[in-house]
């Protein structure tokens, strides 16, 4: 069997992935992250950039090249519940650079850190490799095996990174201890031409309890329909006409779009989770971002605490990786940095999924007028303690200057 030999390998090339890959990379350890599809173009990963990811690319010297890929900014958010227009986060009085959610295609954020973590020579990319299991011998990890088109391989690593997201096969095979949350809705996932004259900044629309959202990625609406867990089946039985009769009756605008979804190839059914793992590490192996902690897609901050994951796992291992000197000790330190930022953000995702999404109804989401009257009543304060949290997260990490330095890219 082929087999490499390399200092970290990273497995799943995900926001957390390539990010993590992209700072070893740049401290000047071979890295090796293995992606099992062939692209990034996948169209069902979330597409929002909040401003704390976007201060790291500012720290890193790269946000004056990112913010000339195509993007909406989205300097506040809007909610609209039976007609009625709510003011949601507004991101102008956050402490940094871009007071604003960066709403790009997650595939265009990806391939623009491959690119840049592609300049280092000691960051090798592997797309087409899925990690099937994990070397494991005298209780430490060792590597991972490896299926690609050219047969079996095995990549043996000082360390292995599980950034595989929410249907980790590493944490499986590490046989790590998940806690799951329970989340009571699934999303459909679809595409809708935008009608002319949409309001701007409008990201969820509510009526006859059900729940839309909408992201604007320019020429049309990438649509997240929230629907109660399981209950795909029974909106399919119920046919196509019904379903966008449906979409009409929340959206009116939707109506001379709607018939573009004229087979269900169209509508993808995406399964959320909510779970964490209890340890995120074992000796040779640490895993962040979603296969640590699956985020659901409440708040849209998935992709920043898995930004942020990696931000601080190069903070605290690369030095002590180079230098030979990391501990499985120093893994632990990782999950005690970021566990209290993630509870903190799921224990927001279990509430707002039981506040709204839990009536076991056929309505996805319900909202009682006192919870409106409140909504209304304390808005000024919710938008910014809101816009922190969505914006920011809790404890947001930044880029060491120490580490910045350390290797430059070779100049190609
Ligand atoms: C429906 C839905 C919508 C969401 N919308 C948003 C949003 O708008 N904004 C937001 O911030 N968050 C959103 N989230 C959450 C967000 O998608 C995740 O929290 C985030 O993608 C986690 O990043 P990650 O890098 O940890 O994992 P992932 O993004 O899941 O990346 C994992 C990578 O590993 C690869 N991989 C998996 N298995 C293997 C293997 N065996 N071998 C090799 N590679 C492998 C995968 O192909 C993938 O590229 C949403 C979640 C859901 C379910």
């Not at 986060?89 to 960066?102: G, N």
């Not at 009536?359 to 009543?377: C, F, G, I, N, Q």
Request: charged share 25%; hydrophobic share 40%.
């Amino acid at each position: 069997m082929r087999q490499i030999k390399t200092g970290c390998c990273v497995v799943g090339g995900g926001p957390a992935g390539m990010m993590l890959g992209f700072l070893l990379a740049r401290a000047g350890i071979e890295v090796v992250v293995l992606e099992k599809h062939a692209d990034f173009f996948r169209d069902f990963r979330g597409d929002t950039i909040h401003p704390s990811t976007l201060e790291l690319l500012h720290e890193l010297g790269l946000l004056e090249e990112f913010l000339r890929l195509p993007h909406q900014e989205m300097p506040k958010l809007k909610l609209s519940i039976d007609g009625h227009i709510f003011d949601g986060p507004d991101f102008s009085h956050l402490p940094v650079t871009c007071k604003f959610i960066a709403l790009m295609p997650q595939w265009d954020f990806l391939n623009f850190l491959a690119e840049h973590a592609g300049k280092f020579p000691n960051f090798h990319l592997r797309m087409k490799h899925e990690v099937t299991d994990l070397i494991i011998e005298q209780d430490r990890v060792l590597g991972v095996r490896v299926k690609t088109e050219e047969g079996e391989m095995e990549v043996r690593a000082d360390f292995v990174f599980g950034t595989d997201g929410r249907h980790s096969i590493v944490r499986k095979c590490a046989e790590l201890e998940v806690r799951d949350f329970g989340v009571p809705i699934d999303v459909l996932w679809f595409r809708l031409t935008k009608p002319e004259g949409s309001p701007e900044y409008l990201l969820g629309r509510i009526r006859n309890g059900q729940l839309l959202v909408t992201i604007d990625r320019d020429e049309y609406f990438q649509v997240a329909q929230i629907i109660p867990k399981g209950g795909f089946e029974k909106i399919q039985a119920s046919g196509l006409e019904k379903f966008r009769e449906n979409i009409v009756a929340i959206v009116p605008e939707f109506r001379d779009v709607v018939y573009e979804l004229d087979d269900w190839n169209k509508v993808k059914l995406l399964t959320v989770q909510v779970n964490r793992l209890k340890q995120w590490y074992r000796a040779g192996l640490l895993c962040i971002g979603d296969a640590a902690h699956a985020m659901s897609p409440a708040g849209g901050v998935g992709i920043n605490l898995a930004v942020q994951d990696a931000v601080a796992t190069a903070n605290l291992l690369a030095g002590k990786i180079l230098r030979g000197e990391c501990t499985t000790e120093d893994l632990a330190l990782v999950q005690r940095r970021r566990e209290f930022p993630t509870r903190m953000l799921q224990n927001i995702q279990v509430f707002v999924h039981r506040q709204m999404f839990a009536d076991h109804s056929d309505k996805a989401v319900s909202l009682s007028w006192p919870a409106r009257t409140l909504l209304e009543l304390f808005s000024p304060l919710i938008r910014r303690i809101g816009a922190r949290v969505v914006g920011m997260g809790f404890r947001p990490e930044h880029i060491e200057p120490s580490s910045t330095d350390r290797s430059r890219p070779e100049a190609r």
